[in-house]
């Protein structure tokens, strides 16, 4: 063998050995970090123990100036436009519960019924916070003139108004402090609203309620090593999933005053991510088996500064600039009674985005149990350069190649992000290796024919001439 043709044979032959070990190579980003276990036995009822009254006036969802000029360029999210596969499905036959602050319905959100409210002697369709109704317009708001629709108009929505911010215990009771997007339960009393001990007995009574989706526009959140008392919420996931075959999806959880620590857990390292990186921990989003969890993207498909990461990410949807429906029409904010008008965002309106998939996967493919579907939207998920990483987890989501059922080419907006983690494993490395040597033995092989053959052709060359 002449020197050139050993120095090919060697190249191939190296890069060959080399794409071997990368099939083989052990993802780095299977984690060491493991889910809380479940104690199935702490399963709450689903009863409501009205403890709570009205203690501040309600906000009320309003236009900001920049809506009419926003609505016009943007008539439906262009990361999550639902809209070319509607000819197949828009989640009929699905029922969503939305566990939050309560839905107001409108005009443009017809099937929706109360279930239960933990703040008032409702029924879960008054919403003091103009937070839970955001999030439904989000999922389910009808089509109009005005080109903004719910991802899944045609789902039923049944709401539980579980907190809010504008609610408290009566007097007699010890006091609390209530957030929406932090519950903490050590500070509150069973019973009392907007804890994750009231949260498990939503799941609960959404679950029994006949919901296939179930929406939680909620987070808990404390320093690694402090107990969140979930484990009532951790049971209630695990009936929901495994008895009842609902899809549950939730908040990745907002940096607040409240949850002020980001988890920065080494993004271009190639070490696994292990409970040592964990500074912050939330529920439900770290019962990871049981939820998909929704982290924020802006417009450009970049992770939203707010966004907490975490292992526990399962895909991501915008959470930014957001426009939903009101009883005026469309509105893009809040007004507080004092006259303060904030935009909408966190990961709160992010996570309807994706229940809204969820609906529509289901609705298309009825014969999907729970598990199934999460896996699938996970799958299907608009990647990020670099593979899975704690902002966005496997993704943005992506409706046209779930409810498809086609692996999303990665040609939308979130294609190319430079945020970039380790990958994910491939699944079968044995049979990946194996594969490797099949290359690797049949490229020698046809190298050897080929020298042959060139050989004779020469040889034969010599005597003709």
Known sequence: MSRPHQTFLALLTTSVILA????????????????????????????????????????????????????????????????????????????????????????????????????????????????????????????????FAGVAPAVRILSIRQTSDHYGVLPDTPPQKSSRHHQHAPERPEGTPGNVVTLAKAVRMAADAGATVINISQAACRPLGMDLGDGPLGAALY?????????????????????????????????????????????????????????????????????????????????????????????????????????????????????GVVALVRSQHPDWNASTVMEHVKKTARPVAGGRNTQLGFGIVDPIAAVSNTSSTGKGNGEGLPFREPPMSPPHTTFSAILGMFILGGTIFAITRWRRARSHQIERGKGQY
């Open 239 to 355: 009936y929901a999933v495994h008895v009842r075959d609902v899809v549950v999806v939730a908040a990745a959880g907002n940096l607040t005053d409240e949850c002020r620590v980001q988890n920065t857990i080494r993004p271009l390292s190639s070490t696994p991510v292990s409970q040592s990186d964990i500074k912050t921990v939330v529920s439900p989003a770290h019962f990871d088996d049981l939820v998909l969890t929704v982290g924020s993207v802006a417009q450009d498909g970049r992770p939203s500064e707010f966004s907490i990461a975490g292992p526990w990410v399962d895909v991501a949807a915008p959470g930014e600039e957001i426009v939903s429906t009101g009883k005026k029409g469309l509105v893009d904010a809040v007004q507080t009674p004092d006259g303060q008008i904030s935009e909408l965002q966190g990961t709160s309106f992010a996570t309807p985005f994706v229940s």
């Open 20 to 147: 071997v070990n990368g099939m083989c190579t052990i993802p780095a980003y299977a984690e060491n970090y493991q889910p809380p276990s479940v104690n199935r036995s702490l399963l709450p009822s689903g009863s409501i123990t009205v403890r709570a009254t009205q203690t501040s006036p309600c906000v009320n969802p309003v236009v900001s100036p920049a809506l009419s000029a926003h609505v016009q360029t943007q008539q439906f999210h262009p990361l999550v436009d639902a809209r070319p596969i509607w000819h197949l499905t828009r989640g009929e036959g699905q029922t969503v519960a939305i566990i939050d602050t309560g839905v107001s319905p409108n005009s443009r959100l017809h099937n929706i019924h109360g279930l239960g409210d933990f703040d008032s002697h409702d029924n879960g369709l008054h919403d003091c916070d103009a937070h839970g109704t955001v999030v439904a317009g989000v999922l389910a708001a009808q089509p109009d003139d005005d080109g």
